[in-house]
């Protein structure tokens, strides 16, 4: 079984697969050498509108992040006493560097008043995944392949200068079935919120993503609203309500391991979430720590593993304290740690993951790459909807791997291993998971 998934690990890695750990807006990526900004930065050093990078100089001949360069931006558009010339050359720059930006606290709504009302970003992805669990009694239970193709599409309209409305569609299939499940090729409204930008205050209300995205938060979204205020030093607090039918699936294993197929009784499945986090990033660390609280739904108690709360109680309850930190110690490298804990568990209430990342693969860059290692070690309940399930599951524990190449401006390729144990059973599981993103 080892030589069959070092096989397809190595075919996967030239046709292609997926991490986020090498999304675009990676704030410590570098800008390529030959981009348009270093010239356009450099005009406006020798005009006197910004100092350059750190020391009062423009290190021409020096590759610097997309978060320095979005640094030396926002000091010039802060400058009102610029010329004609230059002030087209901020605005371009601060279009490019908009996601930065945005994440430093500088708003580029006056940008997008000049542009389309309405503006459109998609991509089509296909995911293969093979799992392996030794604990599973039947074919079932110990492997299962899956070939999965999603087309979205994601709007997003100007209301006015302060506010947005984003959305999210999907549209999924299995290409070994065509159908099945959420996956029969119909287009589902996955999000949709409206967001108000003040100065250092963010506010976000509707069905939206998670805001604060940590080690036991979940990609999927809530019904709910985020609020976000402060610079250097940011605080978050979200509430709402999230359908848990499919975040707390890795809770629906046996004492051996097995699987199943619902943890919730008469089909009462919703909880309810409220978290808080603060942040600080201050250029090469970061760091976040908060609380998260969920209660709500009614739990089969014989489907878990047990015991699961000092009483056993019927009810869903978690309350997760989290930490985590990152460093980056130069251009390429990278290093961050995760831990949580719930303390409304009696066993598997501890969730840490320590990884360090070399380079990254950038959307826009065509032949940029990069690759992490990582060990964690997600125990189920603190660590329930884990966003790391793309290769370590919630529940297991062990060495994961991963690579991403830009074959194409637009065209990435991604994949990851994962070797070790799921955590009840104590048995061996991997999985080798794969993915092509076309953006457009």
Known sequence: ???????????????????????AANPFSDVPADHWAYDAV??????????????????????????????????AMAKSDVSAADK?????????????LNNLGVRVANLERNADKVKWNGLVEYTYTSTR????????????NDN?????????????????????????????????????????LKRVWAEGHYDNFNVKLGKLPNAINLISTTDDPYSGAAVTF???????????????????????????????????KNGDDTVNFQAINLGYAKDKFYGNTGYEHMDGATLDTDKLVKP????????????????????????????????????????????????????????????SWGMYLAYRNLGQYAAPWSTYGDGVD??????EVGTGYTLFKNVQLFAKYFNGKDIAADKDAEKLFGRVDVFF
């Open 1 to 23: 079984m080892k030589k069959t998934l070092v096989s397809a690990l190595t075919t996967a890695l030239v046709v292609g697969a997926a991490s986020t750990t090498f999304a």
């Open 42 to 75: 450099s005009q406006l050093a020798a005009d006197g509108v910004i100092e350059g990078y750190g020391d009062t100089t423009f290190r021409g001949n020096q590759n610097i992040t997309r978060y320095e360069m979005a640094q030396m931006v926002a000091k």
């Open 88 to 100: 087209a050359l901020i605005d371009k720059l601060a279009a490019e560097f908009s996601d930065e």
């Open 133 to 144: 669990h030794d604990a599973g009694t039947t074919d079932k239970g110990r492997k299962l």
């Open 148 to 188: 999965d193709l999603t087309f979205r599409l994601e709007p997003k309209a100007e209301v006015n200068k302060n506010w947005d409305v984003h959305a999210r569609l999907d549209a999924d299939t299995k290409l070994d079935s065509d159908k099945g499940g959420l996956y029969d090729g119909k287009v589902e």
């Open 230 to 264: 402060g610079n250097d030093l940011k605080v978050t607090f979200e509430a709402g309500r999230i359908d848990a039918a499919t975040q707390f699936i890795d809770m629906g294993r046996d004492s051996k391991g097995q699987w199943k197929d619902n943890i919730f």
């Open 308 to 367: 699961y709360t000092n009483d056993n109680d019927k009810e869903y309850k978690a309350n997760i304290w989290f930490a985590n930190a990152g460093y980056c110690f130069d251009h390429n490298s990278f290093f961050k740690a995760e831990y949580a804990k719930n303390t409304k568990a009696d066993n598997y209430d501890d969730a840490y993951s320590f990884e360090y990342d070399y380079k990254g693969a950038q959307q826009q860059n065509k032949g």
């Open 394 to 399: 919630g529940g297991q524990k062990g060495w």
